[in-house]
């Protein structure tokens, strides 16, 4: 089952992810979406992989609509250090979950990955301004 797993993570380019997700977030969204069709061509299609791009896509959308009602994304402080690692612990045990089905663990797996990079960043900002 493990090896299953990372086959799957192995499949999806982080390099990808992380520059999609960077778009998505500074609203370049032409870009962002040329970025995810060259993901998802590359991508082995299985259910995990199907949930992981569904919840990139949805990022992607909720983004573009700038409609905050209910969209986890638009409300996140993208500041707060301790939230987004609070928020990547939850998401990583979501994916991690053997209750969760394939699919679902993609997709919650991709929100782990987006706090990963969200963390990373932020953390590399802060060192920035500390030189």
């Not at 986890?72 to 991690?96: A, C, G, P, T």
């Amino acid at each position: 089952m493990q090896s299953e797993r990372n086959k799957r993570k192995l499949s999806i380019s982080p390099a990808f992810v992380t520059r999609f997700l960077q778009l998505v977030i500074e609203r370049q969204f032409a870009e962002a979406e040329r970025v995810y069709e060259r993901l998802a061509e590359k991508v082995e299609k299985t259910e995990w992989s199907k949930g992981y791009l569904q919840a990139l896509y949805g990022m992607l959308l909720i983004q573009k609509s700038n409609d905050d009602r209910y969209a986890f994304l638009l409300n996140l402080n993208f500041i707060d250090k301790d939230n987004l690692n609070r928020y990547y612990q939850e998401f990583l045990n979501h994916s991690k979950s053997g209750l969760h089905a394939d699919y679902d663990r993609g997709f919650f797996s991709a929100w782990a990955e987006c706090m990963r990079i969200l963390l990373k960043t932020k953390t590399l900002e802060q060192q920035k301004l500390k030189i």
